[in-house]
């Protein structure tokens, strides 16, 4: 039953059948926005990785293109892996990626791909599809050098360029040891690349950084910036993958231009490695700053958590999740994330609830529409503080493992309360994300969670194969303003919720049996010791988009 065709997401970025992992490439040409992405063209699980393409006008509506970059060369004969694209200064649009040159499998739980860094520009300008791609024979444009692992040299950035010195500069996820490292590269014409004699950024500890992400924000307001902008008003932020947990980790910090070095702000840890975008199931992210509408967009990919017999039968495996907003929180501490707003263009049928008492131990059904394909807006009011259970500092670098002690059922003081997603009428199957307030010395502390323990009676997946609880905590001051939000979408087998505006982000993939179509039932649910308020709610049923039909 977990395999059912119902789980299927309808409106999240994914080809019709097999394999996908990370977005790669992002950019924006003559009207077109452009999604590549790793995936596999023969099977539901990772190998035989080729660059996929598809193409949009509004990143919502996708035509798919045939494979833009596949293995051909010698020096990409074994694969060709993430990267990014760099629009150069005359308006072309580059590709760096890269290539598998050999591989070495004599030990199958650990085989060893050797990498290198390859340039590939488009055929033919004038064709917005950009559908066919050169590889020139000078290739590979950053070879392996001294002092540099071979083996874990991967995954270009954008590259940005400064006028001061007239070159362009690169950054290349490796590690030594256990040294995760930004390995800076510099060139003046895109093809000859030099090493810089130290790293952009490097961390003790960390293991391989894949797919590392280096962009420039405003200090203020929502706009983006293109990847070269820097200078006064501007910070820098860092992203990579942690290949050591599967998760991400950004920080917040500044870029000094004239020793090249990216020195991260004190402020941006709530644990020992940085921020997470998503505090779920989200990897291999990338931006790319959209000129048209001024703004820079997150894309991220969210692997299956079924089985992978499972994802044989069902043929196919991942989605992008929904391209987001990114901008500085005022603060300064964090970014903001929210869908992009040409997903509304989807919203369709709508129900309202509005000033809704919800008391300890209730849960209200919110029916009218059908919402196994919904995007979901509430707001609630905490009146009461001083129900609050106290917060164990012990958690206070882990929300994850609080929350899984803390779960949806587990009766609190001011929350848990939320949504019940994807449940069915009885509750025998329901995923939660929910609020909890806690009360710590000097002030509150507000826990998001995702708890999809119940989320499906599937017995392969029943036993918590893998379940994982996620969850993260919220930087929101209630006894300043005692509302707080939560807008989630839910697509079948993807719930993404964004609390507080966007503060905290959570991504799951879920597999109801019985919770599909129209028996997939949203409840508001209060499990606290305190009346809870429903300032609002707003749910509409989203219809489907045109997703990877041939062009
Ligand atoms: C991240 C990653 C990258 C690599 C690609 C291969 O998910 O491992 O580091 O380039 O996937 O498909």
Request: hydrophobic letters at 35%; one cysteine or more.
């Amino acid at each position: 039953a977990v395999t059912s065709p119902a789980l299927k997401a309808a409106y999240h970025f994914r080809p019709p059948n097999n394999w996908i992992n990370d977005p790669n490439g992002p950019l924006y040409y003559k009207g077109y926005y452009h999604l590549f992405y790793q995936y596999n063209p023969k099977d539901a699980v990772w190998g035989n990785i080729v660059w996929a393409h598809s193409v949009s006008k509004d990143l919502i509506n996708w035509i798919a293109l045939k494979p833009a970059i596949e293995p051909s060369k010698p020096f990409d004969q074994y694969g060709c892996w993430s990267g990014s694209a760099t629009i150069l200064l005359d308006g072309t649009p580059a590709i760096l990626y890269t290539g598998i040159i050999a591989k070495n499998d004599t030990d199958p739980n650990n085989i060893l791909w050797t990498q290198v860094q390859n340039v590939a520009y488009p055929k033919n300008l004038s064709d917005p599809f950009l559908e066919e791609w050169d590889k020139p024979d000078y290739n590979p444009v950053i070879p392996i050098g001294p002092g540099v692992n071979g083996t874990a040299f991967r995954d270009p950035t954008t590259a940005w360029y400064s006028p001061e010195d007239k070159h362009w500069r690169v950054v290349v996820g490796s590690k030594w040891d256990l040294k995760g490292q930004a390995l800076l590269y510099r060139s003046k014409d895109f093809k000859k690349w030099v090493k810089a004699s130290h790293t952009l950024h490097a961390t003790r500890g960390t293991g391989m950084w894949e797919c590392p992400d280096f962009y420039p924000v405003s200090v203020k307001g929502l706009l983006g910036l293109d990847t070269s902008v820097k200078g006064k008003g501007v910070k820098h932020v860092l992203k990579v993958s942690l290949d050591l947990d599967r998760y991400e980790y950004y920080t917040i910090g500044t870029y000094d231009i004239t020793r090249d070095r990216y020195t991260p702000d004190g402020t941006s840890k709530d644990n020992k490695h940085g921020l997470r975008y998503d505090y779920g199931n989200f990897y291999a992210s990338k931006t790319f700053y959209d000129p048209e509408k001024k703004r820079r967009i997150l894309w991220g990919w969210a692997n299956e958590t079924d089985t992978v017999p499972e994802d044989k039968n069902k043929r196919w495996a991942g989605v992008q999740l929904i391209p987001r907003t990114v901008w500085l929180d005022p603060s300064g501490k964090q970014l903001l994330q929210w869908p992009v707003e040409e997903l509304n263009s989807l919203r369709g049928k709508q129900v309202s609830v509005t000033s809704k008492k919800v008391k300890p131990g209730d849960h209200l059904e919110v029916g009218g529409i059908q919402t196994a394909q919904a995007d979901v807006e509430v707001t609630f009011d905490v009146s009461s503080l001083s129900n609050a259970e106290p917060f164990d500092p012990k958690y206070m670098y882990d929300a994850q493992a609080f929350c899984k002690i803390k779960g949806a059922d587990v009766k609190g003081g001011v929350g848990p309360f939320g949504l019940y997603v994807l449940a069915t009428a009885d509750l025998q199957e329901k995923t939660a994300v929910f609020f909890r307030v806690f009360k710590s010395e000097d002030k509150h502390v507000v826990l998001m969670c995702n708890d999809p323990t119940q989320s499906t009676l599937a017995p392969s997946l029943a036993e918590n194969k893998y379940k994982p609880t996620f969850a993260g905590y919220v930087d929101v001051d209630l006894t300043k303003s005692s509302s707080i939000s939560l807008k989630t979408l839910l697509d079948h087998s993807v719930v993404e919720s964004f609390g507080a505006g966007g503060k905290t982000v959570i991504s799951s993939r879920v597999y109801p049996t019985l919770a599909q179509g129209d028996n997939a039932r949203l409840f508001i649910f209060n499990n606290g010791a305190v009346d809870i308020k429903v300032t609002k709610l707003d749910a509409w049923e989203l219809k489907k988009p045109l997703m990877n039909i041939g062009a």
